[in-house]
């Protein structure tokens, strides 16, 4: 996961990073990353989920208002329905 969100930072330096199940301080102290809350995740061009966490599997429109293009790493999302809404899933 760490390697994902830096090499993203070679692209851009506004990188949010979210994890519901991840230590803050941990992820701070051993990777330098500051969790943020999904609430604070707004005006976003483009979601990378990288964790194949239940909660990020029922995100609803009103939540990706916004955005265009996800990536979704593990494959758990359904592509139709996301393409219904204006929303590209590509998975890797």
């Known amino acids: 996961m760490i390697d994902i969100i830096n090499e993203l930072k070679e692209y851009t330096p506004n990188i949010l990073v979210h ?3 991840a230590d803050p301080e941990k992820a701070k102290k051993e990777y330098g990353i500051d969790l943020v809350s999904f609430d604070e995740m707004k005006n976003l061009s483009a979601l990378v989920i990288i964790v194949g966490h239940e909660e ?3 995100l609803i429109p009103e939540m990706l ?3 265009k293009l996800v990536v979704d790493v593990k494959g758990r999302l359904d592509k139709l329905h996301y393409m219904k809404i204006g929303i ?3 998975r890797i």
Request: no cysteine.
């Open 56 to 58: 990020f599997r029922h």
């Open 65 to 67: 208002s916004g955005v």
């Open 19 to 21: 994890n519901p199940h």
């Open 88 to 90: 590209e899933i590509f």
